[in-house]
């Protein structure tokens, strides 16, 4: 078998996803194949010092129950883990270390990106020197061979220049360096950051100044085209590049540095009685119930449906504005049958008075789910789905991206995407439909005009099953400095 073949193995017996067959033929190798053994303790030792330190626990989040097959892996895991300490023990396994220093990647929830690495280097969780890390979407926890651990969220770029350096391209992240390993370096594209024994976080986000931020210890850094113009910095200050300059960072700054919890802000899945009216009823997890505006929509086999022939429209509130720099992303997702036909109908997210995000059908012939950042074209997203379909919408409040997926699931190749204003802070949902007059308001025009085609020209609905509203919360993993 490969490198590529045994790291993807180990990886899957770490994650719990082997079959009982697949366990005993990883035993059979443990027991006879040297090499292997000596992978699977790298790996081990790295992923131990991961959960350690950035699983996150407790929040409020909906956990599932264990499944028999999950208890079933959880015994397997431990079975193994007691046959390689007794291998180990007999053959002195523990004292032996990869022969060539790798970093270990762990990629969080909702994460997206690919490592290139130089010729005859494989592994999609490791970087050698040479090797560079793209991360579309997300973060990843990163331990460095001198046991450096890092927190690396992106859109971003990141490079491993040698066994002790790093280079940050873009996006921002959290570094702790344990005694023994000072002189750690992550460099941006202007400044050299040089660790004396520290906590660190380093920002390198497009659009605002590179800057360093000191959170416990020091660090030594300097312009990279200046290299005697040599800054100290200490527990409390930060620096940030600045017109060709270094100048003092002001204000708080906080950095993330364990993978975030998911957080459910808002759902609700219509499991109601028929007959229920909207109005008035409060939603499954919520800050209030539903209030309609136009129509009167009700629940009818587990369908919020907005037939009729007239305008259809309610709200519900989201409560306090979740988001923030470091809690930074929004997961909508919808799951209905499909939007309808011409006319337009669909799931929006509202600041106060303001629609800001339309998903569903914008008014065309086809009928297809669309992404439509109010006040852009309407941006066609994919076919018209079947039967049930679902769609997860992903808002980055640093950038200001949106992007419209099929499915639950944001980690794949998203079916449109849009850049609007970053810093929206979302306190409303709108489920509605209505006609193509509506552009006459929504362009600005006479509201009493409007009116009179409320009841005529209605030519789409949306059947929604289910709205979730979710939150990647980093409160529980902040390091900051004031």
Same mark, same amino acid.
């Given at each position: 078998?490969?490198?590529?073949?045994?790291?993807?193995?180990? %990886?899957?017996?770490?994650?719990?996803?082997?079959?009982?067959?697949?366990?005993?033929?990883?035993?059979?190798?443990?027991? %006879?194949?040297?090499?292997?053994?000596?992978?699977?303790?790298?790996?081990?030792?790295?992923?131990? *010092?991961? @959960?350690?330190?950035?699983?996150?626990?407790?929040g409020n989040i909906v956990r599932m129950?264990?499944?028999?097959?999950?208890?079933?892996?959880?015994?397997?895991?431990?079975? *193994?883990?007691?046959?390689?300490?007794?291998?180990?023990?007999?053959?002195?396994?523990?004292?032996?270390?990869?022969?060539?220093?790798?970093?270990?990647?762990?990629?969080?929830?909702?994460?997206?990106?690919?490592?290139?690495?130089?010729?005859?280097?494989?592994?999609?969780?490791?970087?050698?020197?040479?090797?560079?890390?793209?991360?579309?979407?997300?973060?990843?926890?990163?331990?460095?061979?001198?046991?450096?651990?890092?927190?690396?969220?992106?859109?971003?770029? *990141?490079?491993?220049?040698?066994?002790?350096?790093?280079?940050?391209?873009?996006?921002?992240?959290?570094?702790?360096?344990?005694?023994?390993?000072?002189?750690?370096?992550?460099?941006?594209?202007?400044?050299?950051?040089?660790?004396?024994?520290?906590?660190?976080? @380093?920002?390198?986000?497009?659009?605002?100044?590179?800057?360093?931020?000191?959170?416990?210890?020091?660090?030594?850094?300097?312009?990279?085209?200046?290299?005697?113009?040599?800054?100290?910095?200490?527990?409390?200050?930060?620096?940030?590049?600045?017109?060709?300059?270094?100048?003092?960072?002001?204000?708080?700054?906080?950095?993330?540095?364990?993978?975030?919890?998911?957080?459910?802000?808002?759902?609700?899945?219509?499991?109601?009685?028929?007959?229920?009216?909207?109005?008035?009823?409060?939603?499954?997890?919520g800050a209030g119930p539903w209030r309609?505006?136009?129509?009167?929509?009700?629940?009818?086999?587990?369908?919020?449906?907005?037939?009729?022939?007239?305008?259809?429209?309610?709200?519900?509130?989201?409560?306090?504005?979740?988001?923030?720099?470091?809690?930074?992303? *929004?997961?909508?997702?919808?799951?209905?049958?499909?939007?309808?036909?011409?006319?337009?109908? &669909?799931?929006?997210?509202?600041?106060?008075?303001?629609?800001?995000?339309? @998903?569903?059908?914008?008014?065309?012939?086809? &009928?297809?789910?669309?992404?439509?950042?109010?006040?852009? %074209?309407?941006?066609?997203?994919?076919?018209?789905?079947?039967?049930?379909?679902?769609?997860?919408?992903?808002?980055?409040?640093?950038? &200001?991206?949106?992007?419209?997926?099929?499915?639950?699931?944001?980690?794949?190749?998203?079916?449109?995407?849009?850049?609007?204003?970053?810093?929206?802070?979302?306190?409303?949902?709108?489920?509605?439909?209505?006609?193509?007059?509506?552009?006459?308001?929504?362009?600005?025009?006479?509201?009493?005009?409007?009116?009179?085609?409320?009841?005529?020209?209605?030519?789409?609905?949306?059947?929604?099953?289910?709205?979730?509203?979710?939150?990647?919360?980093?409160?529980?993993?902040?390091?900051?400095?004031?």
């Amino acid at each position: 078998m490969s490198l590529r073949d045994d790291e993807t193995t180990i %990886q899957d017996l770490l994650d719990g996803k082997l079959g009982e067959a697949e366990f005993s033929k990883v035993e059979e190798r443990m027991r %006879q194949d040297r090499e292997f053994r000596r992978l699977y303790l790298s790996y081990v030792k790295i992923h131990h *010092l991961l @959960v350690e330190k950035f699983e996150v626990s407790g929040g409020n989040i909906v956990r599932m129950p264990a499944s028999p097959m999950a208890v079933r892996r959880r015994r397997m895991w431990l079975a *193994l883990v007691a046959v390689v300490a007794l291998l180990a023990s007999a053959a002195g396994l523990l004292r032996l270390t990869t022969p060539e220093p790798t970093a270990i990647l762990v990629y969080g929830p909702e994460s997206k990106g690919r490592t290139e690495h130089p010729e005859g280097r494989v592994g999609t969780n490791l970087m050698w020197v040479g090797s560079t890390l793209e991360l579309d979407r997300g973060s990843v926890a990163i331990v460095m061979p001198s046991g450096v651990k890092g927190y690396f969220e992106g859109p971003g770029k *990141l490079d491993m220049e040698n066994p002790n350096k790093l280079r940050l391209h873009s996006g921002r992240a959290w570094f702790e360096v344990p005694a023994g390993a000072d002189g750690f370096v992550c460099a941006t594209d202007s400044l050299f950051v040089e660790d004396l024994g520290t906590e660190f976080g @380093v920002i390198a986000d497009p659009g605002r100044p590179e800057a360093v931020y000191v959170i416990k210890g020091k660090v030594r850094l300097h312009p990279i085209e200046r290299p005697a113009e040599i800054h100290n910095l200490v527990q409390g200050q930060g620096a940030a590049w600045k017109d060709q300059q270094l100048e003092g960072a002001k204000g708080q700054a906080a950095f993330s540095a364990a993978f975030p919890e998911k957080v459910v802000v808002f759902a609700d899945d219509f499991h109601d009685a028929d007959g229920t009216p909207l109005d008035g009823k409060l939603p499954d997890i919520g800050a209030g119930p539903w209030r309609t505006t136009h129509g009167a929509m009700e629940v009818r086999n587990g369908v919020l449906d907005t037939r009729g022939e007239r305008r259809n429209a309610a709200f519900a509130p989201l409560g306090q504005p979740y988001l923030n720099d470091l809690t930074h992303i *929004l997961l909508l997702t919808i799951e209905g049958r499909g939007p309808g036909d011409e006319g337009w109908a &669909g799931v929006s997210l509202y600041t106060g008075d303001q629609e800001r995000i339309f @998903v569903g059908d914008p008014c065309g012939s086809s &009928g297809d789910w669309a992404l439509h950042p109010v006040g852009w %074209q309407a941006i066609n997203a994919c076919p018209l789905l079947e039967g049930i379909s679902t769609v997860t919408l992903r808002y980055d409040y640093r950038t &200001g991206l949106v992007e419209l997926f099929e499915g639950e699931e944001t980690t794949g190749t998203p079916r449109a995407s849009q850049w609007i204003a970053p810093g929206l802070a979302f306190d409303r949902i709108r489920i509605a439909n209505g006609s193509v007059m509506d552009a006459i308001l929504d362009a600005g025009g006479n509201a009493e005009e409007v009116k009179l085609y409320d009841a005529i020209n209605v030519r789409s609905n949306i059947a929604v099953r289910k709205i979730k509203a979710t939150v990647l919360s980093a409160a529980n993993s902040i390091r900051k400095i004031n």
